[in-house]
């Protein structure tokens, strides 16, 4: 079981704040960086994720009756009704809890009405997984209370249909697989054709993990992002006229790929980034940061060019990392068009990396950088 985080201290205490007792049960799942991997989900490739030392918490005690009343921390609001008759939410929080809800009862029903507060430190928008820290922890959460048997993978699954149908964005499989199943000081080779997870022991200790916002909020369901889904798709089908052999989009070979369709550029990112995944899975276990770094860069330069997700402000970001000597790699994360950039940093050295890279970029770029330094740690866990 993953260890109980510092904010579930804080959420148990909110609940007896507002509800006069102790929470009966409590769950957390964390946010999660992408070494590499970046778009793969969602074309059956594989991926390197890691959760990060972040968490959405969930308390919650049962009721005697069927009501239902919910509250944000973060928000500073509630949500009430019968687990008969759920309302109709109003805000973006509560279509993630009642889509949770909903997608949960499908397949176990709740046991009664219950009680619970919320609350998260994953920085929202920026493409480490805070909506997969939300809807796995929920989810987490009620399967444990419920006593239903439901496989790791699959509860994966049920935690991706929330943004599927109820947030309209049609994300792959990536977050909620990292949130859920990652173990501490491990990455994780995530292989999207048959949903298979390797746990990689990271033999890395002389680096740190820092991940720069660039200010700009990227929101995939308005975004590129599903085109890209589309291209990739069209571009499989586009290749079986060519190779009727081809079933799937690891059937494809790198050869067969030129520059005139959108299509080949996608493919050729997603090929690859396939590739890097396998080979950065080498360079972690014997702990070469240094070569890891270098296939950093090489994905952002695919991602930028060939997937075409970046934006000028990331480019920007890895620029600047890419002149700073304590910098061993960095690409953007996450769905792109905004967000995050990665950075692979010399142990030590994080804070002087971020106060040097977010002040240059400072004087190039009008939108105002944030950066974290993360531990790599457990998946979602009770208590």
Known sequence: MA????????????????????????????????????HTDYNGGLALPAAIN?????ALSPRQDDQVTIRSIDFNSEYTGQVSALPTPSSSWQRFVVGILDIFSLTEALPSGFDAVFTGDVPDGAGLSSSAALTVSWMAGLRAWSGAEIADIELAKMAQSVEHTYLNVQCGLLDQVA???????????????????????????DVEWVVLHSGVRRELASSGYWLRVQECASGLEAIRQEHPEVSHFRDIQLDWLGDTHAYEHRLRHVLTENARVDAAVELVT????EALGRLLFEAHQSLRDDYQVSCTELDGLVDIASEDLQCLGARMVGGGFGGCTLNVVRAGEAQGFMDRVMGTYRQRFDPSPRGYCFELVGGAGLG
């Open 54 to 58: 972040r968490w959405v918490c969930v």
């Open 286 to 289: 014997r702990g070469d940061s």
């Open 179 to 205: 949130s859920l199943m990652g173990q501490r000081d491990h990455v994780m080779r995530v292989d999207f054709k048959d949903l298979t997870v390797e746990q990689v022991p990271a033999q890395l200790q």
């Open 3 to 38: 260890d109980r985080p510092p904010i579930a201290e804080r959420c148990a205490a909110a609940f007896q704040e507002r509800y006069g007792r102790q929470p009966e049960m409590m769950s957390w799942a964390p946010g999660r960086i992408n070494l590499l991997g970046g």
